[in-house]
């Protein structure tokens, strides 16, 4: 039943100038710099989806698609009715961007230390270019953990 549900309101497939499909299947997480509660980062469709995949009962479901129907035709984007599935969505997105933090962590120290140039400097190169990748991509996500830490508490 939710997949049937989200099958119905996604969004169109759309193809950016590199050719890269862009699907209901990823989302953008960008670094959220306010601490407090507001502010953009996590996406509203990845909360919406965390929401769909929090749902209990089929009124839940049915809920959300009366809800998908006004206006603005987007599905789950508003906060649950009921503050505990609310919290319980959010502490499972919480839970998967902390152990992708934890994955990028360890990827991290897999890669050795890169202080000093390996006898192939193409090597060093490629090294220390993953290794920013993953530390930009690491303080996205500790960034992201931490407002929804701070949205599950308040």
């Known amino acids: 039943m939710k997949w049937e549900l989200l099958k119905r309101h996604h969004r169109p497939i759309s193809n950016d ?14 670094e959220v710099r306010s601490g407090s509660g507001k502010g953009k980062g996590i996406p ?13 009962s089929p009124q839940e479901l049915s809920d959300l698609a009366k809800e998908a129907t006004e206006p603005t035709g987007r599905l789950a984007r508003r906060p649950l009715r009921n503050s505990s ?5 959010h502490q499972m997105l919480l ?10 962590d ?12 390996i006898t192939c400097e193409r090597l060093y190169i490629r090294r220390q ?13 500790k960034s992201a953990s931490a407002w929804l830490r701070n949205y599950c508490d308040v």
């Open 106 to 117: 360890a990827s991290i120290m897999s890669l050795g230390l890169v202080s000093s140039p």
């Open 85 to 89: 599935g609310e919290i319980k969505a």
């Open 44 to 56: 509203e469709s990845l909360r919406a989806f965390a929401r769909v995949l929090c749902c209990t």
């Open 129 to 141: 270019m993953a290794r920013d990748l993953l530390n930009g991509e690491l303080r996205i996500l």
């Open 17 to 30: 100038v590199n050719c890269f499909d862009s699907s209901v299947d990823s989302f953008a997480i960008k």
């Open 95 to 104: 839970s998967k961007l902390t152990r992708l933090a934890e994955d990028y």
